[in-house]
């Protein structure tokens, strides 16, 4: 996989977690979601902080992390993540492995308005979300 993809499950896998994995402790979304996932989301967030660089990615989550709901804070560790795994190919093929290590289980979150989770493959699909007005 490329640097953008990875990123990208990576993004996906970390956005939910980690007001728990930076705090230590278990908020209210912690306690529905499964220990290996945490584990996983832990394991990802430590390979991609410890890295070279990775305090852009640190600063990124831990924005992210105080405003979960926020595109643009998302959009930011998505693009923190991708730019350290273009310049370093060996800590996109341990991120890959650790987001491919079957632990964890599907687990599948969308937050925010207009979000959309897709717990499999959706390449080709087209996806219409319709807001209501309140």
Do not use: C, Q, W, Y
Not at 3 to 11: D, S
Not at 29 to 37: E, L, S, W
Not at 97 to 107: C, E, I, P
């Amino acid at each position: 996989m490329d640097a953008t993809t990875i990123a990208t499950h990576a993004t996906a896998l970390l956005s939910p977690l980690l007001p728990m994995i930076l705090d230590g402790g278990a908020k209210e979304v912690g306690k529905t979601i499964a220990a290996d996932t945490i584990a996983k989301g832990k394991t990802v967030l430590g390979l991609l902080t410890g890295a070279p660089k990775g305090d852009k990615v640190l600063a990124a989550a831990k924005n992210l992390a105080l405003s979960p709901d926020d595109a643009d804070a998302r959009n930011d560790l998505d693009d923190a993540i991708t730019g350290l795994l273009k310049r370093n190919a060996d800590l996109l093929d341990k991120v890959a492995a650790a987001l491919a290590d079957g632990t964890g289980g599907n687990t599948v979150i969308a937050s925010g308005a207009g979000a959309v989770a897709i717990g499999g493959n959706a390449t080709g699909a087209r996806i219409t979300v319709t807001l209501e007005k309140k």
